[in-house]
């Protein structure tokens, strides 16, 4: 009998030792992939290529790519996302070329693009080719200069409400925090209509929703991370990062606000009275309904994080370099004075908050990377080495931001470095909301935001540290986007 037992053991070790060795040499199959074409690459790690650190949740994915960045002087490398080899773009000259003059053989992005669900597949930002770039155009209803100044007008009075929320904190409040409440309070006032009653004690639906899709949980770090790191896993799984709940109250809140204003005729005013008009002048009959309100959804992902994280990082730094606080003040002193108040066209001509603002995005560059997929085989420009089609290739955004060959002593807060904004006369170096067709559709909206909120608190409040302002800033290896792990505590003082 033991004699048996041994030999099913042995039988049984035997089988998993075969099952282990076959799935070890297909996942290492093309571990020498880079290094038959002579590419820079750092050895990966069975299973898991360069991306161990970052499924672990030890290191977040902008850190990652700036280590493996820091490797090497090539223009370019390349890593392993699991088995998947990828190609990381370091020169300003051959970014350029992917983004603007060869966009057309780039214009996909190779994160999941969220097809297996009606809400999420219709995301601009995921879309493949041609669907981008109808949904694209057909989005711009949303952002025309009109509307962008409509936009402003109400980003006013969320200001004077921000100030006087602000104005009742007397003790330390977490400048990501109360961003993110000015942030809610605009993409539910501008794109679903809606009162989010951020300044109020109370957590609103609206609010509460918002907090789910940023609230962090192993699983959101999980899907998140994936989107960009293995869409076939998402594909495979139909996994959403956004909740069914949550996708089913924004969208209700968009109808219901459709109907609370069907019969506004005025000039549009927000989002919904654009879908209004829309429909009206088709009769009723608009296919295109829902994708609108599928991409206020986005624009409220996409808005919030980048635009709340700007101005949080900007307050934290005004607070710990008051000299720059102050030539900020006086900059925004003077604007106020010259155009007799906060106006669309007086916030985007003061220069020193344009560069305040410029050099947060470059020390906190929001997202890991730009991404795109390669839709035909294509030679780099001045080399032998060949994208083939379909592999993905990224720009590393945080890593070239951080880059002291572009902006010496990166770590250093110093908006003087954008006196003149001459980074991308030879090529892209620094390109937050991206570059080509492509680029951030909201861009001038979210800078025309975070300059407008700013504008107000410096003009309201003194920006200064507390006993947990933090000295230097460490980052939340869970996370994909660029955020604090201890938080970006600071204290507001009236002036």
Known sequence: MSFLTSAWALNFVIFCSTIFFILYKYFTRKFDYWKKRGVHHTKP???????????????????????????????????????????????????????????????????????????????????????WKLTRTKLTSFFTSSMTKTFFSNIELINEKFIEHLENISDPVDAKYIAGHFTTEMIARCFFATDPRCFESDMSKFRYCVHRIFQFSVRNGFIQTFYFLKPSIIKLFKLNFLENSVIKYFHETFLEAMECRKEFDGKPVNAVDVVNQLQKKHNG?????????????????????????????????????????????????????????????????????????????????????????????????????????????????????????????????????????????????????????????????????????????????????????????????????????????IKLVSI
Request: net charge negative; hydrophobic share 40%; aromatic share 14%.
């Open 45 to 131: 790690i069975p299973f898991f290529g360069n991306v161990y650190d970052i499924v672990t949740f030890k290191r977040n994915l902008s850190e990652q790519i700036k280590k493996l960045y820091d490797e090497t002087d090539e223009p370019y490398f390349g890593i392993f996302v699991f088995d998947k080899p990828i190609l990381v773009i370091k020169s300003p000259k051959l970014i350029k070329d992917i983004l603007i003059k060869d966009f057309n053989k780039f214009c996909d992005r190779s994160i999941a693009d969220g097809s297996h669900d009606k809400t999420i597949g219709n995301f601009v930002f995921l879309q493949k080719n041609p669907n």
């Open 285 to 489: 009959d608009f296919p295109d309904q829902y994708l609108f309100i599928s991409n206020a959804m986005f624009l409220l992902v996409a808005g919030y994080e980048t635009t709340s994280s700007t101005i949080g990082y900007a307050l934290y730094e005004l607070a710990v370099n008051p000299d720059i606080q102050e030539k900020l003040r006086n900059s925004i002193k003077e604007n106020y004075k010259i155009y007799e108040g906060f106006t669309y066209e007086g916030i985007q001509k003061n220069k020193y908050l344009d560069m305040v603002i410029n050099e947060t995005l470059r020390k906190y560059g929001l997202i890991p990377v730009l991404d795109r997929e390669a839709l035909t085989d294509y030679r780099l420009e001045g080399t032998d080495l060949v994208i083939e089609k379909g592999m993905a290739v990224y720009i590393p955004y945080f890593a070239m931001f951080r880059d002291p060959k572009y902006f010496p002593n990166p770590l250093k807060f110093n908006p003087e470095r954008f006196a003149n904004n001459n980074f991308n006369a030879d090529g892209f170096t620094f390109f937050p909301f991206g570059e080509g067709p492509r680029a951030c559709i909201g861009k001038r909206l979210g800078l025309l935001a975070i300059a407008a909120c700013l504008s107000h608190v410096l003009l309201k409040f003194n920006i200064e540290k507390c006993e947990d302002t933090p000295d230097a800033i460490e980052f939340e290896p869970k996370s994909l986007a660029l955020q604090s792990k201890d938080g970006l505590k």
